[in-house]
């Protein structure tokens, strides 16, 4: 079945810098690769996501890129704030239904 | 999109008790999921909620132990019986497919922090 492994587990960055976060997948019928914020006491809420036909895609501050070939899939936060401070978790759907969660990565924004 | 309401948001429980959450969302869906989140931890598929059919059970976790019941396309209970306080965690109902399209999307509840003493 489908593994998904997210990296960092915790990352600190000053308010304004970059922040990344990697993740790989196993299974190559994975087709859609969702990226979830979770705050405080709160569910998991889809922040950005991408398709398998896709290379990049952007919101805003946040953009998602996709290797296929390698398996691989990142997140990129520009110009962090205090408000980004949260969980965030990569996830894969190898088609179906039942998405599979990474780890979780959790973010520090220093003001 | 799906706005789906838990509760509760929160219970403290007497070990050997049992304690039912209720996942009510606000649109039809097919497929609604129950998620155990260990405090700092990722979420761990409990079951998936089949209307009108028994649930399916990830390796690990048991009938006995987490019943759930659905009901219709909208609404959905799990279960946690017979508590211990290893059982202590968040408790998160989720759909996909909600809305027109199906969408791939998730959409979780809030959760309920669930501590047993």
């Known amino acids: 079945g489908e593994n998904v492994e997210q990296h960092p587990s915790t990352l600190s960055v000053q308010e304004g810098d970059s922040a990344v976060i990697k993740c790989t997948y196993s299974?190559?019928?994975?087709?859609?690769f969702p990226w979830y914020k979770q705050e405080l006491g709160k569910g998991p809420q889809l922040i950005i996501d991408?398709?398998?036909?896709?290379g990049e895609k952007k919101d805003q501050r946040i953009a998602v890129t996709l290797n296929k070939t390698a398996k691989h899939f990142s997140l990129h936060i520009t110009e962090t704030q205090p408000e980004d401070s949260a969980v965030y978790f990569c996830?894969?759907?190898?088609?179906?239904?039942?998405?599979?969660f990474g780890a979780g990565t959790r973010l520090f924004v220093k003001a | 999109s799906a706005v789906i309401s838990q509760k509760p948001s929160r219970d403290i429980c007497q070990r050997g008790t049992s304690l039912t959450i209720q996942c009510q969302v606000d649109?039809?869906?097919?497929?609604m999921f129950w998620y155990r989140q260990q405090p700092g931890q990722s979420l761990t598929l409990i079951a998936t909620?089949?209307?009108?059919?028994?649930?399916?059970?990830e390796s690990g976790f048991v009938i006995d132990k987490f019943p759930i019941s659905r009901p219709n396309l909208t609404f959905s209970t799990l279960t946690v019986s017979n508590m211990s306080p290893e059982d202590s965690s968040i408790y998160l109902c989720?759909?996909?497919?909600?809305?027109?399209?199906?969408?791939?999307?998730?959409?979780f509840g809030q959760g309920t922090r669930l501590t047993v003493v």
């Open positions: 989720s759909v996909e497919g909600a809305g027109t399209g199906g969408t791939d999307e998730a959409f």
């Open positions: 299974d190559s019928a994975s087709n859609y």
């Open positions: 991408i398709r398998s036909n896709v």
């Open positions: 996830a894969a759907l190898p088609g179906g239904f039942k998405t599979i």
């Open positions: 649109s039809q869906v097919t497929m």
């Open positions: 909620a089949n209307q009108g059919s028994e649930a399916t059970y």
